[in-house]
């Protein structure tokens, strides 16, 4: 039969080795997925990089074994100014939710119906505002306008502004995203056509349009059971209208200092601007740092 030996001797922990064991269950029992997104929250509109306090920050929650995800309305393909961050991400929220990964791994994929982008081109075309459609590989710009380059190069500033592709390139592709340059007024009287499709604004002039049901909260609840974490040990930090799904469905949600007013409403925190060191601010008030 198995079992201990009659003379054999069970080794006693130390008090210091109790308590360093009591650290470590405590700490992998109250690891953290935190979510950030990028434009007005890690990047700041001002100088297009992320702060050094938040960088440091950053590295030593991580440091500590907490998760940290892109949570985004760009596409995986223009995510080009994390560079400062690069190697401690752990997964990407993209397009507003609606593709979803952590290294090789799709947590979350929802594509809007082929249909509905058809419908979406011809009301375009009618109305001839300008559209960037969002592929699994590729972007496609159509009915181009000075207004679409002045967001995505002067605003956004991504490093390449996406090339002319024809439709029909991007027709056997899955399309998770519109970027509709076209006022608010004007959308709302075409969205009925496309009853499968939610928009987000996070800038006056222009709006994200997904599958409906995609969003960065869906994405924070994918990412917390990929994780095995409990969507109480999830933080959200965000400013644009496109993050009170994810701000409302985190267990902490936090809105920076420059958020919008419909986006701090929902937040559990509001924290200093992303020029004044929000995120290092709060992640001390919640005692990660």
């Known amino acids: 039969m198995g079992g201990i030996a009659k003379n054999s001797v069970i ?16 700490f992998i029992m109250n690891r953290k997925v935190l979510f950030f997104d990028i434009d007005g929250t890690l990047v700041s509109f001002k100088t297009h990089q992320i ?38 991400i752990d997964g990407y929220i993209t397009v507003n939710g609606a593709h979803c990964f952590a290294g090789n791994t799709v947590v979350l994929d929802r594509p809007i119906p082929e249909d509905e982008v058809r419908t979406f081109i011809s009301i375009s075309d009618e109305q001839q505002f300008a559209i960037m459609l969002v592929g699994e590989h590729e972007m496609a710009v159509h009915n181009v306008s000075d207004e679409m380059r002045h967001v995505y190069l002067d605003i956004l500033r991504i490093s390449k502004f996406p090339e002319f592709i024809p439709l029909e390139q991007m027709s056997p592709q899955k399309i998770y995203e519109f970027n509709a340059f076209v006022s608010k007024e004007k959308q709302e009287k075409f969205m009925s056509a496309l009853p499968h499709c939610v928009s987000f604004r996070w800038y006056p002039t222009f709006s994200d349009i997904n599958e409906k049901n995609a969003n960065k909260g869906a994405g924070v609840i994918a990412m917390a059971e990929h994780f095995g974490v409990d969507i109480a040990d999830t933080i959200a930090f965000g400013d644009g209208n496109n993050d009170v799904p994810m701000i409302r469905q985190a267990g902490t949600g936090i809105a920076m200092g420059n958020a919008w007013d419909s986006t701090k409403q929902v937040a559990d925190l509001v924290t200093d601007s992303v020029d004044e060191d929000g995120i290092r601010n709060a992640l001390v008030k919640l005692q990660l740092l």
Do not use: C, E, W, Y
């Open 51 to 88: 702060p050094k306090s938040a960088v440091d920050a950053l590295r030593q929650v991580h440091d500590r074994g907490h998760r940290i995800v892109i949570s985004t309305g760009r596409a995986f393909q223009i995510i080009d100014n994390l560079s400062q961050i690069a190697d401690l």
């Open 11 to 26: 080794p006693l922990l130390k008090g210091s080795q109790i308590r360093l064991l009591s650290r470590i269950m405590s």
